[in-house]
């Protein structure tokens, strides 16, 4: 079945530095990544929708300049949090469509990287 | 209202018991809709999709209701490794966006 490779697992970084999440899809070509954010007992929020080789569409309230997203390749997409800060703190997770979108096939998750910033 | 509405629940069942989920949705022009699982602090993983004339997976049976607008997911005989947070997934026509409830947490107990 699809697999989508995500590193880091997690993450603790201080306050004001960068840190890049990268997820791979190993055996099959992800056209689009969906990067989503997960805070606790609460529903993943789609941050970003990236399409291989075109600039992500961010969802309103999501900071661009913030969250870097490069999806220079088809199983390759990361997603940079800048000057993390503490609030930036949460469970990260990207998803990938094979292109079919979805329809009957479902999304594959990463297993998610968990950003502590401290 | 919020496009994808789920009762957070939580559902606390005894083993053996069946239990069900509604999922609402908003926008008629959705097109696909799954279910997930997810468990504490892991990714969610696809438990089925669901089908417009309805589809069973061993003990657990999807149903969607276009009309009224909402999906739902039974689970027979529940066990304690189905103690999970259960995800309803609905794909706008067009976008290929998939929209998350918040889930509904289940929780089997002996």
């Known amino acids: 079945g699809a697999v989508v490779s995500q590193h880091p697992s997690w993450v603790i970084c201080k306050s004001g530095t960068s840190v890049k999440i990268e997820c791979r899809s190993l055996?099959?070509?992800?056209?689009?990544m969906f990067w989503y954010r997960q805070f606790p007992k609460q529903s993943l929020m789609l941050m970003a929708t990236s399409n291989e080789g075109s600039k992500a569409t961010y969802e309103q309230g999501v900071e661009k300049d913030k969250f870097l997203i490069n999806h220079a390749s088809l199983t390759l997409s990361t997603l940079t949090v800048t000057s993390a800060h503490p609030e930036d703190s949460s469970f990260y997770i990207c998803?990938?469509?094979?292109?079919?979108?979805?329809?009957?096939?479902?999304?594959?998750f990463g297993s998610g990287t968990r950003l502590t910033v401290v | 209202r919020k496009e994808v509405e789920q009762d957070p629940g939580p559902f606390n069942v005894p083993e053996g018991a069946t239990v069900a989920f509604n999922c609402t949705y908003s926008n008629s022009a959705s097109q696909s809709f799954f279910w997930y699982r997810q468990d504490c602090r892991k990714e969610p993983k696809l438990l089925m999709s669901v089908y417009s004339s309805g589809n069973e997976d061993g003990r657990f049976t999807a149903q969607l209701n276009r009309a009224s607008q909402y999906i739902s997911l039974l689970i027979r005989d529940s066990k304690l490794s189905d103690s999970a947070t259960y995800l309803c997934v609905v794909v706008s026509g067009g976008s290929y966006i998939p929209t998350f409830g918040r889930g509904t947490s289940l929780i089997v107990h002996p």
């Open positions: 998803s990938a469509s094979g292109g079919t979108g979805g329809s009957g096939y479902g999304y594959t």
């Open positions: 055996d099959f070509q992800a056209t689009t």
